[in-house]
């Protein structure tokens, strides 16, 4: 069984249709973060917005320190509701600061005894951005694959 979540209905319908022409099923259902969804996971794959954006524009805007707000409560709530053996792929961006991953940093402090792979994918993403105020002391953005596996 696939379920598609998302906060944003129209994501949501866009997922009925793109899985319905693909001729694949799959339940959309709304929801912030998992709260609206029961049961455990095999696997959750996310792409949550990870920048800071001023207007706060739901689509683009991730909170927090330099936009990982909402991949760290991602991370929390599928750690809860993994199923033993289960995996999050969490695809997010990342503000390297003095060549540091602030990002990675507080990932892996959640992830417990959980197994967990951690890979950039492209070293500079979004470089505009660092002439923004949100992203002053930043070297830049990359974009990160953050794979965490609950143990059995």
């Known amino acids: 069984q696939v379920l598609g979540?998302?906060?944003n209905a129209r994501a949501l319908q866009l997922t009925r249709v793109n899985a319905a022409l693909a001729g694949v099923p799959v339940d959309a259902a709304g929801s912030d973060l998992l709260s609206g969804v029961p049961g455990a996971f095999d696997l959750i794959v996310s792409n949550p917005p990870y920048l800071v954006d001023p207007a706060a524009r739901a689509y683009r805007?991730?909170?927090g320190d330099l936009g990982a707000g909402l991949s760290l409560a991602i991370l929390e709530a599928s750690l809860d509701r993994l199923a033993p053996g289960g995996t999050l792929v969490l695809y997010t961006g990342a503000a390297i600061?003095?060549?540091i991953d602030p990002?990675?940093?507080a990932a892996l402090a959640r992830c417990g005894g959980a197994e967990w792979t951690y890979a950039e994918v492209d070293p500079d993403?979004?470089?505009e951005e660092l002439e923004a105020g949100a992203y002053s002391a930043a070297d830049?953005?990359?974009a990160?694959?953050?794979t965490v596996t609950k143990q059995e």
Do not use: C, Y
């Open 61 to 63: 805007h991730g909170g």
């Open 140 to 142: 830049r953005i990359a």
């Open 5 to 7: 979540v998302d906060i």
């Open 144 to 146: 990160v694959v953050l």
């Open 97 to 99: 600061v003095n060549g």
């Open 125 to 127: 993403v979004f470089g």
């Open 103 to 105: 990002f990675k940093v």
